[in-house]
């Protein structure tokens, strides 16, 4: 298998923290420098013609993209540890939980960074600023959300470390990093203590 990424990226650090997790680190990865545009190149939209990484590409020349997808099926190639759920009960809530982050929290750090961040200009074309500045308030929304289920449990999906504690710690981090966001300034301190206890694992220096 090959997995085609981009470092600092936060979609290819989900997936890389996600086999750091579960201790593989014998699958080759190329670099596509976003920067350089390589995710437009002929050679690249023949993989994804949407452009996007993480793209992995399996041993039968077939190219798996979506980061949940990915990872469901690196869930079925390395079953331990479980970080999807066991059994359909516990797969349909940490899915919930998950796709809750996903299309609530990450979706809107995305696009507050992508349009209002110089240095994605080249990757979003057009930009439009006031729209990015609009995601980056309204996320804050369920930020608040998050911080209060993180008051009554350890983790986002309940009582273990799951795939939707990696979706929303890499989210968190793309915002620390381009928004300046930091939970403790923004009257979150469950978030906060959530994000320092994850960034504490091995696996968060993954990507």
Not at 16 to 25: C, S, T
Not at 90 to 96: G, L, S, W
Not at 119 to 127: D, R, V
Not at 133 to 140: F, L, M
Request: with cysteine.
């Amino acid at each position: 298998m090959k997995l085609y990424t981009s470092a600092r990226a936060p979609n290819p650090r989900r997936v890389a923290m996600f086999l750091a997790e579960k201790g593989v680190n014998d699958i080759e990865t190329v670099n596509i420098d976003l920067g350089a545009l390589q995710n437009r190149g002929e050679e690249f939209i023949a993989k994804n013609p949407f452009g996007r990484v993480p793209a992995l590409e399996l041993d039968d020349g077939r190219v798996l993209t979506e980061t949940r997808a990915i990872c469901t099926y690196l869930e079925g190639l390395y079953p331990e540890p479980n970080l999807m759920g066991d059994g359909y009960d516990d797969r349909a809530f940490i899915e919930m939980a998950d796709r809750r982050v996903e299309l609530h929290v990450f979706a809107g750090i995305a696009n507050c960074v992508r349009h209002t961040h110089p240095g994605l200009a080249a990757l979003e074309q057009p930009q439009f600023p006031d729209f990015g500045a609009s995601q980056g308030e309204k996320v804050r929304e369920p930020l608040r959300w998050l911080d209060q289920v993180l008051a009554g449990q350890p983790y986002v999906a309940g009582l273990r470390f799951t795939i939707a504690d990696i979706t929303a710690f890499c989210a968190v981090e793309f915002a620390r990093g381009l928004m300046k966001f930091r939970p403790s300034a923004e009257g979150l301190p469950h978030l906060q203590a959530w994000r320092d206890r994850i960034a504490e694992r091995p696996s968060a220096a993954a990507g």
